[in-house]
DNA sequence: GGTAAAACGATATAATGTACCAACTTTGTC
DNA sequence: GACAAAGTTGGTACATTATATCGTTTTACC
């Protein structure tokens, strides 16, 4: 079992995060012979500026202030197009947004743990969990090619029964 | 481990879903002391008129032919939201779209199973697997409320693997 | 340096979902 | 039945998310 839950939760040294994944980005990119062009690379960062699922016309706004000319949706959809193909960054359908993914490379399915209070959302990945999953749908007859689960809930730092 | 994959996927009476969801629908509401007003109930039966989820703007296409006059999105949503609330109906995030739940009124939560060559979903629902996400999650310091679990794969007619 | 592929810019538009307010219907009470 | 309150619907406008299309620019490669 893996997970960023206990970093993306609490108080910790995000630019750290920042770091890892954009050397994480260009690390996949040159095994995957890709470019990481300049758009992409400030929209990958972007997405990582916190761990709250940002939504594409979000970065459509934030964009200027950091590229200093106007770029239009399609841009930033092709984009997110590309970074989700190379699994840099996922989306979480029931917000319509998108969050960086702490551990691309590494082959994983995800559980998206998304905070109703804080937003803040982050992804644990367990390789009995997904087992279970493929078990239970090829019970039902299903041949299960992918999957996607999001829980909704209250995070460590947002849950008063947690000890901090 | 209760699941409508097998008739969901494969030819059935399915007059007999339909009836079966019409008369679930009214016990459900009259339990709730709610009211299945008549775009409530053809918007729950459009729903119904296959396992494949609808989205809400076919539901406008298609509710002109069964009520004789157009009815606009505001309405559309607001049945949908007063099905959703009942748990007569199920959202499928990625996709946009709605289906009716085969066993509303039983706690539960689901796996939803979407076929991606027909389009079809079936939903299963498994105390085990929702017992693994609680603790999965729940070892990631997250408290959870609710949950969505989606799948894409091949349903039972559509993968050649399945004997028929 | 010529060429093909990839990426980007720009405009328009599609698809999904909601805010708002007026009008109508049902329900409960007198 | 008359009335008030709550619930439901009609209708317009608009917000949000996503894509189609096409011309231009940049990059990669020989
Ligand atoms: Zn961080
Ligand atoms: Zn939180
Ligand atoms: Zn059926
Ligand atoms: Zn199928």
Redesign the interface.
Known sequence: ?I?N??SA?QVHDHQRCIDAALNRARQCCAAANARLTPIRETVLLLIWKSHKPLGAYSIVEQLPALTGKRIQPPSVYRAIEFLLELRLIHRI??LNAFIGCPFPGSEHSD?F?V??QCGSA?E?S?D??NQ??AE??H??????????????????AC?P??PH
Chains 1, 2 share one sequence.
């Open positions: 079992m997970s839950a206990r939760y359908p029931s559980v743990m905070c109703r982050a644990v367990a009995n969990l279970l999953i239970t749908t019970k039902a007859g299903f041949q299960l090619e992918s999957q996607t689960v999001e829980v909704s809930g209250l995070c460590l849950n029964e947690t």
